[in-house]
């Protein structure tokens, strides 16, 4: 809706009188004093009581009130000599300083929910809709801590049969939501302590710096469900100052827990941040801003989801959540989902992963023999990494023409490349060659993540 206009008030309400009598459709109103009220436009009201009109004026003209408008709040009437008339605060204010204020908040909204998903204050979280696992889309879980959906990791104890897995919402279920995270739990788990947990977060690159501070709050949404009667789920942000140097200790700032039920349903919670002032930054860059929902809790964590007792799996079933939101600030906008392409490319960033699997074979850049026993290329990465990163390998890779197997070795990594060597034998110096994955698949990944 249209702005309403808001009149300024007068201190303290100063009273004048009508000067003359008036009758109900009068538009011109003389006073005995016009000074003490407002510069026209504005609101008066004549008298005092229940029976008090408020009009408006447009005008003034010495003493005289004109283009009134009569009977704008209360009834239009006649009016004697005397009657006194004052810039009171009226109805008409306080509900056009109301619808105003909500008004602008809905544009507010509007406008942020229209901010750009590369600006971290609209969503700080990467893959916070699950698209992206180019790790894999189911893993059995056994306790050490790992990466699975992409920018996500899991760490914590574990039971006989946990798992992770990537899940199909649907249609429909929750806007703008295509997959969701599951983690499963093989059984009520035992041997808690009061240091146990399992918990799975994402660690927001530079977010303490970005993010957090004195009076800045985060907003933390996410929809859940649990086929697991009672299920707790746990959710705060610890707020570390990175790696290197002496850098200050990570401030954990408590939330709070949800009781899951087998149905979708949507939480939100707004953190306040730890101050910044008197802070030590690790000379790595790389402070975070951690997310983190927990499925378990030892009585000395349970402060921190705003619990007194400990949780623990309870029993056999899934934990499910999906479509996890981060914004600066105490409003819940509403999701705004990244095309693929851009969701992808945001998490190469930190991992990058190149397959061969059956059927489609991975073939590496043209590699020219150096030496007779030595073939090299170069990899350049889709996208430049966070640093440089680790390089690792899986399955079996082999030569074409020959078919000859080969183990791959890296070397002169860079954020923007990796070098790739294979060893052979009795290869012509110069001479080129095609290293591929073999038929049982092979894979090379790039890991910078934090």
């Known amino acids: 809706m249209p702005q309403q206009p808001m009149y300024p008030a007068a201190v303290n309400s100063l009273q004048t009188e009508l000067a003359a009598a008036v009758d109900a459709t009068q538009t011109t109103i003389s006073v005995a004093d016009a000074s003490l009220l407002p510069d026209a436009p504005n609101l008066v009201t004549i008298g005092s009581d229940e029976t008090a009109e408020t009009i408006i004026y447009r005008g003034k003209s010495g003493n005289t009130l004109t283009g009134v408008t009569r009977g704008f709040q209360g009834t239009a009437k006649g009016w004697s000599a005397g009657i006194k008339v004052a810039r009171y605060f009226t109805a008409y204010d306080h509900d056009t300083f109301r619808g105003n204020i909500q008004d602008l908040g809905s544009r507010m909204d509007t406008v942020e929910s229209a901010l750009p998903l590369s600006s971290m204050s609209r969503q700080a979280i990467i893959n916070g809709n699950f698209d992206v696992w180019q790790r894999g889309t189911s893993f059995a879980y056994t306790g050490s801590r790992m990466y699975c959906a992409d920018r996500w990791n899991h760490d914590g104890m574990s039971t006989a049969a946990s798992a992770i897995s990537r899940q199909l919402l649907s249609v429909g279920t929750i806007p703008h939501a295509y997959y969701y995270f599951r983690f ?14 399992s ?7 530079n977010g303490t710096r970005y993010l957090a501070g004195e009076g800045k709050k985060v907003t933390v949404s996410f929809w859940a469900r649990s086929s697991v009667a009672g299920k707790k789920l746990g959710v705060f942000i610890a ?26 349903a949507k939480y939100t919670h707004t953190f306040s941040t730890a101050s910044l002032v008197g802070k030590t930054f690790g000379t790595n860059n790389d402070d975070v801003l951690s997310i983190q929902f927990w499925y378990v809790w030892g009585t000395s964590f349970a402060n921190l989801v705003g619990d007194t007792v400990a949780e623990t799996f309870r029993a056999s079933g899934d934990i499910d959540i999906a479509q996890v939101q981060v914004c600066a600030g105490e409003v819940d906008l509403p999701f705004q989902p990244r095309c693929f392409a ?5 998490c190469q960033r930190y991992y990058e992963r190149y397959d061969g699997v059956p059927g489609m074979r991975l073939n590496l850049p043209a590699a020219t023999a150096d030496t007779s026993t030595n073939y090299r290329t170069e990899l350049f990465f889709r996208v430049p990494k966070r640093v440089t990163p680790t390089m690792t390998q899986g399955g079996a890779f082999r030569f074409i023409p020959g078919g000859a197997g080969t183990t791959l070795n890296f070397f002169e990594t860079t954020p923007y490349q990796t070098g790739i060597s294979a060893t052979t034998s009795g290869a012509t110096v110069g001479n080129s060659i095609i290293i591929q994955s073999a038929d049982t698949g092979g894979w090379i990944a790039a890991d910078a993540e934090l």
């Open 184 to 197: 499963s739990t093989g059984g009520a788990g035992s041997g808690y302590t009061a240091t146990s947990y």
């Open 199 to 205: 918990r799975t977060s994402q660690s927001i690159e």
């Open 239 to 264: 707020q570390n100052y990175g790696t290197g140097g002496s850098p200050s200790p990570e401030d954990l700032i408590s939330g709070r827990y949800v009781t899951l039920t087998s149905n979708w």
């Open 342 to 346: 851009e969701e992808l490319a945001l």
